[in-house]
Nanobody, 132 residues
Framework: QGQLVESGGGSVEAGGSLRLSCSGP????????WAWFRQAPGKGREGVAV????????DYADSVKGRFTVSTDNAKNTLFLEMNSLKPDDTGMYYC?????????????????????????WGQGTQVTVSS
């Protein structure tokens, strides 16, 4: 499997911002659907944002709409998650994920599976901690 590597996590105060990055092998960009998941202590993994292979079709969890922006830069083989107006509830380990599913312009359905079951590629995670 292609290795995904996240970076950009850290500790911020509520109201602050962070930008997460996820680098991966070039064969995934332009072909894969991408997603960011997160897992808070003692909770299951939840989807945060998804983006289709073309980089235009995106969707977000209700809890982050209007605050987070997902994007891809195919030239740099990188997925991003811009996080603004962070809240303590945003604390958790953030994972990037990718799945190649032919024929999709919008994010493929696997990327919306609760917990990310069936996703083809995962990163190791980057910690985000938001203090009140």
């Amino acid at each position: 499997q292609g290795q995904l590597v996240e970076s950009g996590g850290g500790s911020v105060e509520a109201g602050g911002s962070l930008r997460l990055s996820c680098s991966g092998p070039d064969y995934l960009f332009g072909r894969a659907s991408w997603a960011w998941f997160r897992q808070a202590p003692g909770k299951g993994r939840e989807g945060v944002a998804v983006i289709g292979p073309g980089g235009r079709d995106r969707d977000y969890a209700d809890s982050v709409k209007g605050r987070f922006t997902v994007s891809t830069d195919n030239a740099k083989n990188t997925l991003f998650l811009e996080m603004n107006s962070l809240k303590p509830d945003d604390t958790g380990m953030y994972y990037c994920a990718a799945t190649i599913a032919m024929g999709y312009v919008s994010p493929c359905p696997i990327m919306r599976t609760p917990g990310g079951g069936g996703v083809g590629h995962w990163g190791q995670g980057t910690q985000v901690t938001v203090s009140s």
